[in-house]
Nanobody, 127 residues
Framework: QVQLAESGGGLVQAGDSLRVSCQSS????????MAWFRQAPGKERDHVAT????????YYADSAKGRFTISRDNAENTAYLQMNGLKPEDTAVYYC????????????????????WGRGTQVTVSS
């Protein structure tokens, strides 16, 4: 069982940077693919970024490419999402998610592939 807890959200202005974190309680954190999703009011939960078990492979949604960076520290059981150049349309609740994987090539992009979720952290970007 994996428990995830996000932190680091807040209210920022357009153009600012913010880093959100996802702390895992599991002892086998390095066995899990980690991902970030976001959900704005009245919208579906959208994929933002995914990182493989070792961190060697990543995948970004088009909306995140060039502005966001996903990373992980397996020694600290923590995943991160660094967000630069934030825009008002980035406003959403940001969720981290985890799924077990057998290799470093598995990078699922849909919410249904992830059995473990945090409760989310609100990111609000004002114009």
């Amino acid at each position: 069982q994996v428990q995830l807890a996000e932190s680091g959200g807040g209210l920022v202005q357009a153009g600012d940077s913010l880093r959100v974190s996802c702390q895992s309680s599991g002892r086998t954190f390095s066995s899990y693919v980690m991902a970030w999703f976001r959900q704005a009011p009245g919208k579906e939960r959208d994929h933002v970024a995914t990182i493989s078990r070792t961190g060697a492979n990543t995948y970004y949604a088009d909306s995140a490419k060039g502005r966001f960076t996903i990373s992980r520290d397996n020694a600290e059981n923590t995943a991160y999402l660094q967000m630069n150049g934030l825009k008002p349309e980035d406003t959403a609740v940001y969720y981290c998610a985890a799924v077990g994987a057998y290799n470093d090539q598995y990078l699922p992009l849909t919410p249904a592939r992830y059995p473990y979720w945090g409760r989310g952290t609100q990111v609000t970007v004002s114009s």
